[in-house]
């Protein structure tokens, strides 16, 4: 009975994890694949399980056959043996080498062409590349976006265009992390030793049902705040793509503050966050010196931290006690505790803090 009773458990927390597996929203789902490495990726998911489903089906039948139409009639009666046939003996060689060659193909060709990123290494006449080229750099726990050809460097969200190829170079600056977006493609191991290199392009029908924003994880165990390393990327059309990064490059100095709180937010900020914080975007700081996100379009994002819906009150709650919310974080403890009249006037300050119209 109770062997019956764990049988009907294992059964419905399988048909739950079944009914749940088709959940996966837009901007967060591998399974709803909105790019071309992905849908390849997704396309040799399929395959394999095609596959392996395929196997599956033939083996249970022929074991329901033999086990019906050669099961002992009486004790005298032995099934004619078949041990030593070559026949069969080369049938189920063949047949897994055949199951094989058809998966291991497409996955090899897919390899050699999701791997190839010569174009980031094709310089024009300025000594660019054609190709739009983002480093990456992994933090505990948060992200950088560097794009070199443009001279501007971000943090937290990723603006990138959409329908063309984006390549990336991956580094991590403490410990290992893994970039992943689940909806663009397989996840990517960033070192501290190494730079890793691959390409990933943005769908944009994809993107217009995902409302132009795709969630990013890190992937690779690296402390307590992992499962709160998160990024977001946000896709645009290449007119509009060109159009952030001029106002992005507009920003030659720090936003001034236009109200007396804000004001006062800027001048707690200068004295207690610009050794961390940037507020402009150019990539003049050498990398041991950028210790914290950069925070020039920090009110043009959509989220605080990676985590928190993007609102003053979010922001006051994460200057306040960064320890509740990413717990382990380099934040925490390295500046002075503020009031709320303090904090008031550095949320108003931050959220000022845009560079779109």
Known sequence: MKMLAKWRLLSLFALI??????????Y????????EVAQSQYELMLLSTAIMVGVIAVVTIIFIYVVIKFRRKNDNE???QVEGSHKLEILWTVIPILLLLILAVPTVAQTFKLADVSPMDKKNADGKTDALVVNVRASLYWWEFEYPNEGIITSQEMVVPTDEKVYFNLKASDVKHSFWIPAIGGKMDTNTEN????WLEFDSKAADEAGGLFYGKCAELCGPSHALMDFKVKTLPRDEFDQWVASMKAVKEPAKAETASAQQGQEIFNNSCIGCHAVTPANTAPEAARVGPNLTNFGDRSRVAGILDHSAENVKKWIEDPEAYKPGNKMTEKYPQLSSEELDAVAEYLMGLKVQK
Do not use: T
């Open 78 to 80: 032995i099934p004619k």
């Open 28 to 35: 967060l789902s591998a399974l709803r694949p909105a790019g």
């Open 17 to 26: 994890a079944l009914v749940l597996s088709g959940c996966g929203k837009p």
């Open 195 to 198: 730079v890793n290199k691959f």
